[in-house]
Structures are given as structure tokens and as C-alpha cells.
Nanobody, 117 residues
């Protein structure tokens, strides 16, 4: 099993910034993908950004140019730097961890990001 612990959520004004962190512990695999999903009020959970153990990234179109995902493999930690935040970014953000052979998904409990004036 893999445990994911998120931190960094909070209340920010439009145009502000936050950095989310997620640390993984437990049965860690060298080949993995880590990232972030979010669920806004009244909407389905959606992809925000992913990063593989090889450094390949994938972003939702709505956050490209504003958010940056990175990782520290030695610490089994993934980060999401969020800049130029908008009202539409308000959501619960969930850390995501995927391993392969066999394929398994793990989720954090979520951290709330509220963008409000």
C-alpha cells in the first residue's frame, strides 16, 4: 500500500499563488506516475497535471502556463506550483499516485484550495 499526504491548500485571492505538496510513503515502486486531480463544486473530478518517474509531464489545458508540476524522487514527493489563480481553480485537490505491473492507483484525502476576493 501507498499512503499520500497532501499539504499547502488554503484561501488565496485571484491572481495569487499556492504550492501544493504530496509525500508518498509505503510500498514505493521505481516506475510510477504522480500528480494532481481536482474536483470543483458541481463538477466531475478532473486531471490537473501528471509527472512520470522519467520526468514526462501532462497538463490540463485550463492550467497550462499557470501551473507547474515537479517532483523530488528521492523524497517521493510531488509539487504543484499554482500561479495566477482564478475563481475557477477553486476545488478540492487530490494527490494521485500510479504504479505499474500491476497497475494500481492511490489517492490522497484531498486539500481544499479556495480562490476568492
Amino acid at each position: 500500500q501507498v499512503q499520500l499526504v497532501e499539504s499547502g491548500g488554503g484561501l488565496v485571492q485571484p491572481g495569487g499563488s499556492l504550492r501544493l505538496s504530496c509525500a508518498a510513503s509505503g510500498s514505493i515502486f521505481s516506475q510510477n506516475v504522480m500528480g494532481w486531480y481536482r474536483q470543483a463544486p458541481g463538477k466531475e473530478r478532473e486531471l490537473v497535471a501528471l509527472i512520470s518517474s522519467g520526468g514526462i509531464t501532462n497538463y490540463a489545458a485550463s492550467v497550462k502556463g499557470r501551473f507547474t508540476i515537479s517532483r523530488d524522487s528521492a523524497k517521493n514527493t510531488v509539487y504543484l506550483q499554482m500561479n495566477s489563480l482564478k475563481f475557477e481553480d477553486t476545488a478540492v485537490y487530490y494527490c494521485y499516485y500510479r504504479v505499474f505491473a500491476p497497475n494500481m492507483d492511490y489517492w490522497g484525502k484531498g486539500t481544499l484550495v479556495t480562490v476568492s476576493s
